[in-house]
Protein backbone atom coordinates (compact mmCIF):
# COMPACT_ATOMS: atom_id res chain seq x y z
CA UNK A 1 0.00 0.00 0.00
CA UNK A 2 1.05 3.16 -0.77
CA UNK A 3 2.76 4.95 2.67
CA UNK A 4 0.58 8.62 2.66
CA UNK A 5 -2.75 6.29 2.47
CA UNK A 6 -1.40 3.60 4.89
CA UNK A 7 -0.68 6.05 7.31
CA UNK A 8 -4.66 7.99 7.14
CA UNK A 9 -5.97 4.18 6.62
CA UNK A 10 -4.79 2.72 9.72
CA UNK A 11 -6.56 2.60 12.64
CA UNK A 12 -6.85 0.86 16.07
CA UNK A 13 -9.34 -1.76 16.39
CA UNK A 14 -11.45 -3.08 19.35
CA UNK A 15 -13.00 -5.67 17.71
CA UNK A 16 -11.91 -8.82 15.99
CA UNK A 17 -12.50 -11.56 13.58
CA UNK A 18 -9.55 -13.80 13.96
CA UNK A 19 -6.24 -13.57 15.02
CA UNK A 20 -3.20 -13.09 12.67
CA UNK A 21 -1.48 -16.50 11.75
CA UNK A 22 1.97 -17.17 12.74
CA UNK A 23 3.61 -16.40 9.58
CA UNK A 24 1.88 -12.82 9.16
CA UNK A 25 3.07 -11.76 12.43
CA UNK A 26 6.52 -13.20 12.01
CA UNK A 27 6.63 -10.92 8.76
CA UNK A 28 4.77 -7.89 10.01
CA UNK A 29 7.57 -8.14 13.23
CA UNK A 30 10.71 -8.74 10.46
CA UNK A 31 9.47 -4.94 9.14
CA UNK A 32 9.23 -3.87 12.40
CA UNK A 33 13.41 -4.43 12.97
CA UNK A 34 14.24 -2.35 9.99
CA UNK A 35 13.14 0.73 12.23
CA UNK A 36 16.36 2.66 13.03
CA UNK A 37 17.82 2.61 16.77
CA UNK A 38 20.89 4.01 18.85
CA UNK A 39 23.81 2.59 17.10
CA UNK A 40 21.70 -0.20 15.83
CA UNK A 41 21.46 -1.76 19.12
CA UNK A 42 18.19 -3.54 18.28
CA UNK A 43 17.14 -4.01 22.14
CA UNK A 44 13.47 -4.03 21.27
CA UNK A 45 11.78 -7.61 22.13
CA UNK A 46 8.48 -9.23 21.41
CA UNK A 47 6.87 -12.15 22.72
CA UNK A 48 3.85 -13.99 21.11
CA UNK A 49 0.86 -14.98 22.57
CA UNK A 50 -1.17 -16.65 19.93
CA UNK A 51 -1.97 -20.01 21.49
CA UNK A 52 -6.28 -20.25 22.20
CA UNK A 53 -5.59 -21.50 25.75
CA UNK A 54 -2.94 -19.49 26.49
CA UNK A 55 -4.55 -16.43 25.42
CA UNK A 56 -7.58 -16.87 27.60
CA UNK A 57 -5.64 -16.48 30.41
CA UNK A 58 -3.61 -14.31 29.24
CA UNK A 59 -6.46 -11.69 28.76
CA UNK A 60 -7.91 -12.54 31.98
CA UNK A 61 -4.89 -11.64 34.05
CA UNK A 62 -2.75 -9.43 32.02
CA UNK A 63 -5.49 -6.72 30.99
CA UNK A 64 -7.91 -4.46 32.45
CA UNK A 65 -11.77 -5.83 31.38
CA UNK A 66 -12.32 -3.67 28.91
CA UNK A 67 -8.73 -4.18 27.23
CA UNK A 68 -9.39 -7.83 27.32
CA UNK A 69 -12.56 -7.78 25.87
CA UNK A 70 -11.25 -5.52 22.88
CA UNK A 71 -8.56 -7.95 22.49
CA UNK A 72 -11.33 -10.99 21.93
CA UNK A 73 -10.30 -13.25 18.69
CA UNK A 74 -6.46 -11.05 18.22
CA UNK A 75 -2.88 -12.53 18.79
CA UNK A 76 -0.89 -10.89 21.48
CA UNK A 77 2.13 -9.31 21.22
CA UNK A 78 3.88 -7.80 24.40
CA UNK A 79 6.68 -5.43 23.81
CA UNK A 80 9.81 -4.64 25.70
CA UNK A 81 13.41 -3.42 25.19
CA UNK A 82 16.66 -3.95 27.28
CA UNK A 83 17.27 -1.61 29.74
CA UNK A 84 20.37 0.32 30.36
CA UNK A 85 21.79 -0.46 27.08
CA UNK A 86 20.15 2.11 24.49
CA UNK A 87 21.41 5.75 25.35
CA UNK A 88 24.38 4.77 27.64
CA UNK A 89 27.70 5.33 27.00
CA UNK A 90 30.12 2.99 29.41
CA UNK A 91 27.07 1.87 31.72
CA UNK A 92 26.58 5.72 32.26
CA UNK A 93 23.43 7.10 31.01
CA UNK A 94 24.37 9.46 27.47
CA UNK A 95 22.53 12.00 28.42
CA UNK A 96 19.39 12.89 31.32
CA UNK A 97 16.97 10.99 28.62
CA UNK A 98 18.59 7.21 29.89
CA UNK A 99 15.95 5.06 29.45
CA UNK A 100 14.30 6.82 27.16
CA UNK A 101 16.42 6.31 24.65
CA UNK A 102 15.49 2.60 24.60
CA UNK A 103 11.58 3.39 24.88
CA UNK A 104 11.91 6.12 22.02
CA UNK A 105 14.13 2.49 19.48
CA UNK A 106 10.74 0.53 20.53
CA UNK A 107 8.12 3.53 19.94
CA UNK A 108 10.17 3.51 16.50
CA UNK A 109 9.40 -0.10 15.84
CA UNK A 110 6.29 -0.04 17.36
CA UNK A 111 5.35 2.18 14.68
CA UNK A 112 6.52 0.32 11.89
CA UNK A 113 4.52 -2.45 13.20
CA UNK A 114 1.79 -1.63 13.51
CA UNK A 115 2.16 0.49 9.99
CA UNK A 116 3.36 -2.89 8.45
CA UNK A 117 0.54 -5.10 10.05
CA UNK A 118 -1.78 -2.72 8.28
CA UNK A 119 0.14 -3.06 5.04
CA UNK A 120 -0.13 -7.13 5.51
CA UNK A 121 -3.79 -6.75 5.76
CA UNK A 122 -4.25 -6.90 9.78
CA UNK A 123 -5.20 -4.05 12.62
CA UNK A 124 -3.89 -3.55 15.55
CA UNK A 125 -4.47 -2.07 18.79
CA UNK A 126 -1.67 -0.98 21.56
CA UNK A 127 -2.42 -0.88 25.29
CA UNK A 128 -0.46 0.21 28.17
CA UNK A 129 -2.45 -1.06 30.80
CA UNK A 130 -1.07 -3.87 31.80
CA UNK A 131 -0.51 -6.40 34.79
CA UNK A 132 3.44 -6.51 34.69
CA UNK A 133 3.76 -9.33 37.27
CA UNK A 134 1.87 -11.50 35.65
CA UNK A 135 2.93 -11.21 31.92
CA UNK A 136 6.76 -11.34 33.70
CA UNK A 137 5.86 -14.62 34.93
CA UNK A 138 3.64 -15.88 32.20
CA UNK A 139 6.13 -15.64 29.40
CA UNK A 140 9.37 -15.53 31.53
CA UNK A 141 10.85 -12.03 30.64
CA UNK A 142 13.63 -11.19 32.11
CA UNK A 143 13.97 -8.43 34.89
CA UNK A 144 16.27 -6.39 32.31
CA UNK A 145 13.68 -5.83 30.01
CA UNK A 146 10.95 -3.03 30.49
CA UNK A 147 7.72 -4.05 29.08
CA UNK A 148 5.88 -1.47 27.83
CA UNK A 149 2.54 -2.49 25.49
CA UNK A 150 0.55 -5.17 24.78
CA UNK A 151 -0.71 -5.18 21.14
CA UNK A 152 -3.67 -7.06 19.89
CA UNK A 153 -3.06 -7.73 16.24
CA UNK A 154 -6.07 -9.90 14.08
CA UNK A 155 -8.80 -9.07 11.30
CA UNK A 156 -10.58 -6.31 11.97
CA UNK A 157 -14.71 -6.89 13.11
CA UNK A 158 -15.54 -3.11 13.06
CA UNK A 159 -14.78 -0.22 10.38
CA UNK A 160 -13.86 2.27 13.02
CA UNK A 161 -13.68 6.44 11.90
CA UNK A 162 -10.37 8.49 11.81
CA UNK A 163 -10.54 10.02 15.19
CA UNK A 164 -9.87 14.44 14.74
CA UNK A 165 -6.37 15.50 15.01
CA UNK A 166 -4.91 18.55 16.48
CA UNK A 167 -3.68 21.31 14.15
CA UNK A 168 -0.28 21.42 13.01
CA UNK A 169 0.13 24.33 14.34
CA UNK A 170 -0.71 23.22 18.26
CA UNK A 171 2.31 20.19 17.94
CA UNK A 172 4.87 21.98 15.64
CA UNK A 173 6.58 25.51 16.02
CA UNK A 174 9.27 26.63 13.12
CA UNK A 175 11.69 28.87 13.60
Known sequence: MEFSMLTTMRRSVRKYLSPAPKSGIEAVLRKAQMAPSWKNMQTSR??????PELLDEFRVNALPEGNAKKSENAALIVSTFVKD????IDGKPANDAGNCWGAYDLGLQGAYLVL???NEGYDTLIMGIRNEEFIREALAI????????????????????MRPRKEL?????FF
Do not use: H, W
Not at 85 to 88: A, C, D, Q, S, Y
Not at 169 to 173: G, N
Open 116 to 118: AAS
Open 85 to 88: EVGF
Open 169 to 173: SEIAK
Open 46 to 51: YYVVES
Open 142 to 161: PENEQIMAVIAIGKRGEEPA
